[in-house]
C-alpha cells in the first residue's frame, strides 16, 4: 500500500509540474498578445506570415527576407535591438560586430571577457519570454536546441526570430550565414570564412611533416563516464579542417551514430587514446573530479598521450559554436601542437 501511494504521489507531482508550466506558457503568451495589440493598434488582416512580428511600437522599417531552420521571416534592414537567446547566437552576432541587447548569461561570461558582454542583460537560461519582451527587440537570433515550435511561435509574436539548427555545432559556417542574412552582415561573414582557413594553413604549414602523424583524440569527461567527439561534431570538424587525423575510435562515425559515443564507461578508457588528448571543458568541477579519479585507473596510466605527457586541456569554448570559440580552438592547437 504504501509504495502505490508514493507512485500516486509522484504522478501528482509531476502533474502539477506540468500543469503549471502549461500555464505559464500561457499567460506568457496571453502577456505577448496583449502588449502587441496595445503597442500596434490592429494588426493587418494582409499578413500571411505567421513569424511576422506582432510588435509594433516603432515607425515600420524596411523589411526583407530570411530563409532559416523555421521557414521565412520579415526581418529589419538595419536591427537595432537584437537578443540572442543562448551561447552560440551570441558567439556569431559579436563575431559579426553586433552587440545584442540580450542573451543568456548561462556560460557568457566564461566565453567571453567582461568588457565584451558589458551591458547585455540577461533573459535566462532556458529563454525567460517576459524579459525579452522588456527588451523589445527588433530582431531575435537563436538555435533550435533552446527554441523549440511553441517557444518558436511566442518569440515571433515578441519580435522577428531567425532559428538555425546545428545541435552539434559542426555546421557552425552555415548557421554564420544565416545570422549574417539576418543581420546584413554577409560580407564580415566572408572575411570570417577567409580568416579561417587562412590560419588554418598557416598551422598546416608549421605542423610539416607530423601533421599526418599526429592523433588527436577529443574527448570530454565526467565522474560517471566519457564522451568521444568525431568528425562529425564541432571540435572534430575543426580538427578535420586542420588535417589532422583522429583516433579509428573517433573516425568512423557519422552525426546519426555519435550517440555510440556518449556515456562511455571505464573499459572504454583504451578508446580515448591518441599521440594528443585533448580534454574539452577541462576547468568545470565535473571534469576536475574525473580527472582526479581516472589518475588512479590504471588503464589511464597506460595511454600514450599520458605517458608522453600530452593531454592538454581545454575551457569551455571547445563545446561551443561560432568564430570566437573557433578561433579560440585553434589558437590552442598552434599553443599544444606547434
Not at 566565453?111 to 540577461?122: C, K
Not at 598521450?305 to 573557433?326: F, N, T
Request: net charge negative; hydrophobic share 40%.
Amino acid at each position: 500500500m504504501t509504495i502505490n501511494q508514493n507512485l500516486f504521489s509522484s504522478l501528482h507531482s509531476l502533474l502539477k509540474m506540468q500543469m503549471y508550466k502549461a500555464i505559464h506558457l500561457f499567460l506568457v503568451g496571453v502577456l505577448i498578445f496583449a502588449t502587441a495589440s496595445g503597442c500596434s493598434g490592429n494588426i493587418s488582416d494582409s499578413t500571411t506570415n505567421r513569424h511576422s512580428p506582432a510588435l509594433s511600437n516603432s515607425p515600420p522599417t524596411s523589411t526583407r527576407v530570411v530563409e532559416h531552420a523555421m521557414g521565412k521571416t520579415n526581418v529589419p534592414v538595419n536591427p537595432q535591438r537584437v537578443v540572442a537567446i543562448e551561447p552560440c547566437s551570441l558567439d556569431h552576432a559579436l563575431a559579426l560586430g553586433v552587440k545584442p541587447v540580450g542573451t543568456s548569461h548561462h556560460y557568457m561570461k566564461r566565453l567571453h571577457s567582461d568588457e565584451t558582454v558589458e551591458g547585455i542583460e540577461d533573459t535566462g537560461h532556458p529563454v525567460d519570454l517576459e524579459k525579452v519582451l522588456a527588451l523589445k527587440p527588433d530582431l531575435i537570433l537563436g538555435n533550435a536546441w533552446a527554441a523549440d515550435e511553441t517557444i518558436y511561435d511566442l518569440l515571433s509574436q515578441i519580435a522577428p526570430t531567425v532559428i538555425v539548427e546545428d545541435k552539434n555545432g559542426s555546421e557552425w559556417q552555415e548557421s554564420l550565414a544565416v545570422y549574417a542574412d539576418a543581420l546584413g552582415k554577409g560580407d564580415a561573414a566572408k572575411k570570417i570564412v577567409e580568416a579561417y582557413y587562412t590560419r588554418l594553413e598557416e598551422f598546416k604549414a608549421q605542423m610539416g611533416e607530423r601533421l599526418q602523424n599526429t592523433k588527436v583524440s577529443a574527448i570530454a569527461i565526467y565522474p560517471t563516464g566519457f564522451d568521444l567527439y568525431p568528425e562529425s561534431t564541432y571540435i572534430g570538424s575543426i580538427l578535420k579542417d586542420a588535417g589532422l587525423p583522429r583516433p579509428p575510435s573517433q573516425s568512423q562515425f557519422s552525426s546519426e551514430s555519435n550517440r555510440q559515443l556518449h556515456g562511455l564507461s571505464k573499459e572504454h578508457i583504451p578508446d580515448l587514446d591518441g599521440d594528443i588528448l585533448l580534454i574539452l571543458n577541462v576547468n568545470s568541477p565535473d571534469t576536475q573530479e574525473a580527472l582526479k579519479q581516472l589518475r588512479e585507473e590504471p588503464l589511464w596510466s597506460q595511454l600514450k598521450a599520458v605517458q608522453e605527457d600530452r593531454v592538454y586541456g581545454m575551457e569551455l569554448y571547445s563545446m561551443s559554436c561560432g568564430p570566437i570559440a573557433v578561433n579560440s580552438v585553434i589558437d590552442d592547437l598552434f599553443k599544444y601542437l606547434v
